[in-house]
C-alpha cells in the first residue's frame, strides 16, 4: 500500500511538472521508438539474436532518483537493479541480469513515471568495411570472414616473408612500387637470383601474393588485404619466367627465419624432395616460424614440395561456392583449404589484387588469378593475425588456423581440404591467448612437490596414487589446460554441443572468456574463489577432496603462470598494478586448500 501511494505521489509529481512546463520544450521531449521498431527488438528477444544480451535489460531512471527508491520498487518488479558504473548515480542508468521474463519484467517498470526508459541490454560491436572501391570484388575476404576478424586484429608489426618473384615495394631503376602497396611497412629482404638488396618483382607473381597478405587497405584505392597492418619482407627466388632454385629457396627460408620473420609464404613448390629445402623448412619452425605453402596446381591427389615437408602447413584451393578448385593437389600432407579462385565462370572468379604488368615492370595492374598460389597467403596473413593476437609459436598458430577451419561434409579432416575451409575470425576466436598453457601445467606440478614436501612422511599421499588418480587429475588438467583436443574432435558441433566443446577446450579460469567476452578478464575466475567454494563440501564429503585438491593444486599453478609472464589487467580493480599481488594471494591460498585436500587423516 505505501508502495502504490509512492507511485501516485511520484505521478502526481510529474504531471504537475509537466503542467508547469513551457510549450516551448514541447520539441525537447524524446520521442519514442516507432512500432516497428519496438516489434524488431522484441523479436531479437524472442529470438535469442545476438544483438540482445540474454536476460539483460537497461533502465534509466530520471535524474535525482536513489538506490533506496528504485530498492523499493525492486520486489514488486522481481529484479535486482544495480547502477552501471560510478557515473550511474548522476545518470540514473541501471542494470539488471537474470531476468527470466525480459518483456514482461519491462512493461511493469515502464509504468513507473520515474523510469525514462526500460529496454533490453544491447550487444554492440565495432565494424570495419574498407573503402577501397574494389572490396566488393573480393569475394574471398568475405568467405574467410574477414569483416569480423578484422575488428580484432591486423597483424601489426607481425613480419611476414613473401619467397616468390619479389616485390613491386620500391622506386628503382626501371621498377616502381604498385600504388596499392604505398604505406605498407617493409623490411629489408634480399634478390637472391641477382645477389643484391634489391628483391623487385619482374614476374608479377610475387607482388599479387604480397598483396593478398598486406595490400594498403581502407586507402581509397584499388583492393583490401587481409593482415593489412603486417610487415613484409620481400624474397626474391624465382626469375621473370618463374622459375628457382632449391638453393636459393633454402638460403631464403633461412635468410627470413634469421632475420625476424614470424611468417613464410611460398606460393610456390615442384614434384621432387630436396633435403636442402626440408632442412631448411625444419631450421625455421625451430626458431619458431610458421611456414605456409601452396599444395600445388596439378589437380591430383599428391601434394607437392615445399608444402609437403614436415612442419608446413600445406594450403588447398577452393572456388567461389567453397568447393576444391579442380586445379588443386591434394592428400594425405594437406592441412587446410583457402580461397584460391575458379575461372571457369570469368575471371570474377579469381582472387584480385594489385600487381605489375609481366610486360612492363613500370606498369601497374589490377589481376584476377587463380591457384594454390593465390589461396596460400590468406593462410599465411591469418598466421600474421594470430601473432599479432599473442601466439609464440608454430604450433599454437597451426592450432587455432585449424580449429577455425569451416569442416567441409562434416568431417574433422579430408584428403580434399584439410581440417577445412580458412575462416580467420573463427581462428581469432578460438585463439585463446597462446593455446593450451603448457606451462601452466608445469607450474601445476612444480607446486604439487611444494605442497607434498610440507607434509609430514605419514600425512603424506602416495605419489603415484596422486598422480594417477582421475578424480585429482581431471580437475588438475581442466583448470590448467582444459581439453584444448576437443575443438580439433568436434570442430563443426554448435548450438548446445558448440557451447560446451568451447567452455570444456579452454581451462577452468578463462571460461570468464565465455561469460564475460574476450576483452575481460574477470579476477572472480583468476582467483582462489572457486576451490575456496568446492572445498567447503569437501569437508564433510571426503571421498570429493581429491578432485578439489586437483582443481585447486591447478588454479594455483595457472595463477602462479599469469603473474611470472606479466599478469593480466583484471577488471574491475582500480590500478593494474594490483594485478600481480592478487594472483600471488590466490596462489598462496590454493594452495593451503590443495595442501588441506591432500593431506592424509589416518596419520
Same mark, same amino acid.
Given at each position: 500500500?505505501?508502495?502504490?501511494?509512492?507511485?501516485?505521489?511520484?505521478?502526481?509529481?510529474?504531471?504537475?511538472?509537466?503542467?508547469?512546463?513551457?510549450?516551448?520544450?514541447?520539441?525537447?521531449?524524446?520521442?519514442?521508438?516507432?512500432?516497428?521498431?519496438?516489434?524488431?527488438?522484441?523479436?531479437?528477444?524472442?529470438?535469442?539474436?545476438?544483438?540482445?544480451?540474454?536476460?539483460?535489460?537497461?533502465?534509466?531512471?530520471?535524474?535525482?532518483?536513489?538506490?533506496?527508491?528504485?530498492?523499493?520498487?525492486?520486489?514488486?518488479?522481481?529484479?535486482?537493479?544495480?547502477?552501471?558504473?560510478?557515473?550511474?548515480?548522476?545518470?540514473?542508468?541501471?542494470?539488471?541480469?537474470?531476468?527470466?521474463?525480459?518483456?514482461?519484467?519491462?512493461?511493469?517498470?515502464?509504468?513507473?513515471?520515474?523510469?525514462?526508459?526500460?529496454?533490453?541490454?544491447?550487444?554492440?560491436?565495432?565494424?570495419?568495411?574498407?573503402?577501397?572501391?574494389?572490396?566488393?570484388?573480393?569475394?574471398?575476404?568475405?568467405?574467410?570472414?574477414?569483416?569480423?576478424?578484422?575488428?580484432?586484429?591486423?597483424?601489426?608489426?607481425?613480419?611476414?616473408?613473401?619467397?616468390?618473384?619479389?616485390?613491386?615495394?620500391?622506386?628503382?631503376?626501371?621498377?616502381?612500387?604498385?600504388?596499392?602497396?604505398?604505406?605498407?611497412?617493409?623490411?629489408?629482404?634480399?634478390?637472391?637470383?641477382?645477389?643484391?638488396?634489391?628483391?623487385?618483382?619482374?614476374?608479377?607473381?610475387?607482388?599479387?601474393?604480397?598483396?593478398?597478405?598486406?595490400?594498403?587497405?581502407?586507402?581509397?584505392?584499388?583492393?583490401?588485404?587481409?593482415?593489412?597492418?603486417?610487415?613484409?619482407?620481400?624474397?626474391?627466388?624465382?626469375?621473370?619466367?618463374?622459375?628457382?632454385?632449391?638453393?636459393?629457396?633454402?638460403?631464403?627460408?633461412?635468410?627470413?627465419?634469421?632475420?625476424?620473420?614470424?611468417?613464410?609464404?611460398?606460393?610456390?613448390?615442384?614434384?621432387?624432395?630436396?633435403?636442402?629445402?626440408?632442412?631448411?623448412?625444419?631450421?625455421?619452425?625451430?626458431?619458431?616460424?610458421?611456414?605456409?605453402?601452396?599444395?600445388?596446381?596439378?589437380?591430383?591427389?599428391?601434394?607437392?614440395?615445399?608444402?609437403?615437408?614436415?612442419?608446413?602447413?600445406?594450403?588447398?584451393?577452393?572456388?567461389?561456392?567453397?568447393?576444391?578448385?579442380?586445379?588443386?593437389?591434394?592428400? +594425405?600432407?594437406?592441412?587446410?583449404?583457402?580461397?584460391?579462385?575458379?575461372?571457369?565462370?570469368?575471371?570474377?572468379?579469381?582472387?584480385?589484387?594489385?600487381?605489375?604488368?609481366?610486360?612492363?615492370?613500370?606498369?601497374?595492374?589490377?589481376?584476377?588469378?587463380?591457384?594454390?598460389?593465390?589461396?596460400?597467403?590468406?593462410?599465411?596473413?591469418?598466421?600474421?593475425?594470430?601473432?599479432?593476437?599473442?601466439?609464440?609459436?608454430?604450433?599454437?598458430?597451426?592450432?587455432?588456423?585449424?580449429?577455425?577451419? +569451416?569442416?567441409?561434409?562434416?568431417?574433422?579432416?579430408?584428403?580434399q581440404y584439410g581440417h577445412g575451409v580458412l575462416n580467420a575470425n573463427a581462428s581469432l576466436?578460438?585463439?585463446?591467448?597462446?593455446?593450451?598453457?603448457?606451462?601452466?601445467?608445469?607450474?601445476?606440478?612444480?607446486?604439487?612437490?611444494?605442497?607434498?614436501?610440507?607434509?609430514?612422511?605419514?600425512?603424506?599421499?602416495?605419489?603415484?596414487?596422486?598422480?594417477?588418480?582421475?578424480?585429482?587429475?581431471?580437475?588438475?588438467?581442466?583448470?590448467?589446460?582444459?581439453?584444448?583436443?576437443?575443438?580439433?574432435?568436434?570442430?563443426?558441433?554448435?548450438?548446445?554441443?558448440?557451447?560446451?566443446?568451447?567452455?570444456?577446450?579452454?581451462?577452468?579460469?578463462?571460461?570468464?572468456?565465455?561469460?564475460?567476452?574476450?576483452?575481460?578478464?574477470?579476477?572472480?575466475?583468476?582467483?582462489?574463489?572457486?576451490?575456496?567454494?568446492?572445498?567447503?563440501?569437501?569437508?564433510?564429503?571426503?571421498?570429493?577432496?581429491?578432485?578439489?585438491?586437483?582443481?585447486?593444486?591447478?588454479?594455483?599453478?595457472?595463477?602462479?603462470?599469469?603473474?611470472?609472464?606479466?599478469?593480466?589487467?583484471?577488471?574491475?580493480?582500480?590500478?593494474?598494478?594490483?594485478?600481480?599481488?592478487?594472483?600471488?594471494?590466490?596462489?598462496?591460498?590454493?594452495?593451503?586448500?590443495?595442501?588441506?585436500?591432500?593431506?592424509?587423516?589416518?596419520?
Amino acid at each position: 500500500m505505501r508502495m502504490r501511494r509512492w507511485n501516485v505521489v511520484l505521478a502526481a509529481l510529474a504531471l504537475s511538472a509537466s503542467a508547469c512546463a513551457p510549450a516551448s520544450r514541447e520539441s525537447e521531449v524524446p520521442v519514442g521508438p516507432d512500432a516497428a521498431a519496438q516489434a524488431e527488438v522484441a523479436e531479437a528477444v524472442a529470438g535469442g539474436s545476438d544483438d540482445v544480451v540474454s536476460g539483460a535489460i537497461v533502465v534509466d531512471f530520471k535524474d535525482g532518483t536513489t538506490q533506496a527508491e528504485f530498492d523499493a520498487w525492486e520486489q514488486a518488479w522481481g529484479v535486482d537493479l544495480e547502477f552501471n558504473s560510478l557515473e550511474g548515480p548522476r545518470t540514473g542508468v541501471t542494470l539488471a541480469v537474470g531476468v527470466n521474463d525480459v518483456e514482461d519484467v519491462l512493461q511493469r517498470i515502464r509504468q513507473n513515471p520515474a523510469v525514462e526508459s526500460a529496454e533490453p541490454l544491447m550487444q554492440v560491436r565495432s565494424s570495419f568495411t574498407p573503402n577501397d572501391p574494389q572490396y566488393a570484388s573480393q569475394w574471398n575476404l568475405r568467405m574467410i570472414d574477414m569483416p569480423k576478424a578484422w575488428d580484432g586484429n591486423r597483424g601489426k608489426g607481425v613480419v611476414v616473408a613473401v619467397i616468390d618473384t619479389g616485390i613491386a615495394y620500391e622506386d628503382h631503376d626501371d621498377f616502381k612500387q604498385v600504388p596499392d602497396l604505398k604505406g605498407v611497412s617493409f623490411v629489408k629482404g634480399y634478390d637472391f637470383v641477382n645477389d643484391d638488396e634489391h628483391a623487385n618483382d619482374d614476374h608479377g607473381h610475387g607482388t599479387h601474393v604480397a598483396g593478398t597478405i598486406a595490400q594498403a587497405t581502407n586507402n581509397g584505392e584499388g583492393v583490401a588485404g587481409v593482415a593489412f597492418d603486417a610487415t613484409l619482407m620481400p624474397l626474391k627466388v624465382l626469375n621473370h619466367f618463374g622459375s628457382g632454385t632449391s638453393a636459393d629457396i633454402a638460403d631464403a627460408i633461412r635468410f627470413a627465419a634469421d632475420h625476424d620473420a614470424k611468417v613464410i609464404n611460398m606460393s610456390l613448390g615442384g614434384g621432387l624432395y630436396s633435403q636442402v629445402m626440408a632442412s631448411a623448412v625444419e631450421y625455421a619452425r625451430k626458431k619458431g616460424v610458421t611456414v605456409v605453402a601452396a599444395a600445388g596446381n596439378t589437380g591430383r591427389g599428391r601434394v607437392e614440395f615445399p608444402a609437403a615437408y614436415p612442419g608446413a602447413v600445406a594450403v588447398g584451393a577452393v572456388g567461389p561456392d567453397g568447393s576444391r578448385a579442380p586445379y588443386s593437389s591434394y592428400g +594425405k600432407e594437406l592441412d587446410i583449404a583457402a580461397p584460391g579462385g575458379d575461372k571457369r565462370q570469368g575471371d570474377s572468379g579469381g582472387i584480385l589484387q594489385n600487381t605489375i604488368d609481366p610486360r612492363d615492370p613500370s606498369r601497374s595492374v589490377y589481376a584476377w588469378y587463380q591457384g594454390t598460389s593465390m589461396a596460400a597467403p590468406h593462410v599465411a596473413a591469418v598466421a600474421a593475425m594470430l601473432y599479432g593476437a599473442g601466439a609464440k609459436n608454430p604450433d599454437e598458430v597451426e592450432q587455432a588456423l585449424y580449429a577455425g577451419a +569451416k569442416a567441409a561434409d562434416e568431417q574433422a579432416w579430408s584428403e580434399q581440404y584439410g581440417h577445412g575451409v580458412l575462416n580467420a575470425n573463427a581462428s581469432l576466436q578460438a585463439f585463446t591467448g597462446g593455446g593450451p598453457r603448457w606451462p601452466s601445467l608445469g607450474w601445476a606440478a612444480a607446486l604439487l612437490v611444494v605442497v607434498l614436501l610440507t607434509l609430514r612422511g605419514r600425512e603424506r599421499p602416495g605419489f603415484l596414487n596422486i598422480l594417477f588418480r582421475p578424480a585429482f587429475f581431471v580437475p588438475l588438467v581442466l583448470s590448467t589446460v582444459g581439453f584444448f583436443f576437443l575443438r580439433t574432435w568436434f570442430t563443426g558441433a554448435s548450438g548446445a554441443a558448440g557451447d560446451v566443446v568451447n567452455v570444456a577446450s579452454l581451462p577452468i579460469p578463462d571460461w570468464q572468456r565465455i561469460i564475460f567476452g574476450r576483452a575481460t578478464v574477470s579476477p572472480l575466475f583468476y582467483s582462489a574463489l572457486i576451490p575456496l567454494v568446492l572445498s567447503l563440501p569437501a569437508i564433510i564429503w571426503r571421498g570429493f577432496r581429491p578432485a578439489v585438491g586437483g582443481l585447486a593444486l591447478g588454479f594455483a599453478g595457472f595463477l602462479a603462470y599469469a603473474a611470472w609472464v606479466g599478469a593480466p589487467a583484471l577488471a574491475w580493480m582500480p590500478f593494474t598494478f594490483l594485478a600481480k599481488p592478487w594472483l600471488g594471494f590466490n596462489t598462496v591460498v590454493c594452495l593451503v586448500i590443495a595442501r588441506a585436500m591432500l593431506k592424509r587423516e589416518d596419520a
